[in-house]
């Protein structure tokens, strides 16, 4: 079945380590994106990629990091320079840049201790 | 990107009908409704989205008013498997991003 894969499904961290989250989908959709969620609120957008070998940042990059070197591969490095890392991370694709209708994967748990 | 105002919380009895209300007052004349619902600790679905015309589909309607500052998402049957969060938003095709609100918690009650 066709899809977004999220993983690792929950992840813990000491402070100050980088941690990468890995994103495919074998939707074959042009545009991916990454939200951050933290509990009792709304999502919000970290990184966006129209196309593959592009991105964007969204309305809280800091901190944050991503690539798209391959049009399935989207994945979310979480830095150290990130204040306030522990959260619920959503990967999400649409089939092409403009089409409104997102495809959500089950998420991504980081816990910084 | 226009802004999106829903309740907080609602309840329905399960087998009634749930009218999610959400009011879009700026929303531009290109701009999409989209309703998405997120059960807990999943990511989020997407239920339906229309520009000005009533929808329905398999899982839901979308009742846009007629100036458009304003829609309903309406569950026919509620099923205690409806509890969720119901996010409305608001999409401009030109922008291609979508904002998210913090969204209406349902509750469907035996």
């Known amino acids: 079945d066709g899809g977004i894969t999220q993983s690792p499904k929950y992840l813990f961290r000491k402070e100050g380590q980088n941690v990468t989250l890995s994103c495919e989908q074998n939707l074959n959709h042009d545009a991916m994106y990454w939200y951050r969620q933290d509990p009792g609120q709304g999502l919000r957008l970290i990184y966006y990629?129209?196309?593959?070998?592009d991105f964007q940042k969204g309305d809280i990059a800091e901190g944050y990091s991503v690539s798209r070197e391959k049009k399935e591969s989207f994945p979310l490095t979480v830095t150290s320079a990130q204040k306030n890392p522990t959260a619920f991370y959503l990967c999400?694709?649409?089939?092409?840049w403009g089409s409104g209708e997102l495809f959500f994967g089950e998420g991504s748990r980081l816990t910084v201790l | 990107d226009a802004k999106t105002t829903q309740p907080p919380s609602m309840d329905c009895a399960e087998g009634r009908a749930a009218n999610l209300p959400c009011n879009h007052s700026?929303?531009?004349?290109?701009?999409?409704v989209y309703w998405y619902r997120q059960i807990h600790s999943q990511g989020p679905q997407y239920i339906i989205h229309g520009l000005k015309n009533n929808e329905t589909n398999e899982m839901a309607s979308l009742i846009i008013t007629e100036d458009r500052k304003s829609s309903t998402l309406i569950l026919p049957h509620a099923t205690l498997r409806d509890t969720a969060v119901y996010y409305c938003?608001?999409?401009?095709?030109?922008?291609?991003?979508?904002?998210f609100g913090d969204g209406t918690t349902l509750t469907v009650k035996p």
């Open positions: 999400a694709s649409t089939q092409r």
């Open positions: 990629s129209q196309i593959v070998n």
């Open positions: 700026t929303i531009s004349g290109n701009e999409y």
């Open positions: 938003i608001v999409y401009n095709t030109n922008a291609g991003k979508s904002t």
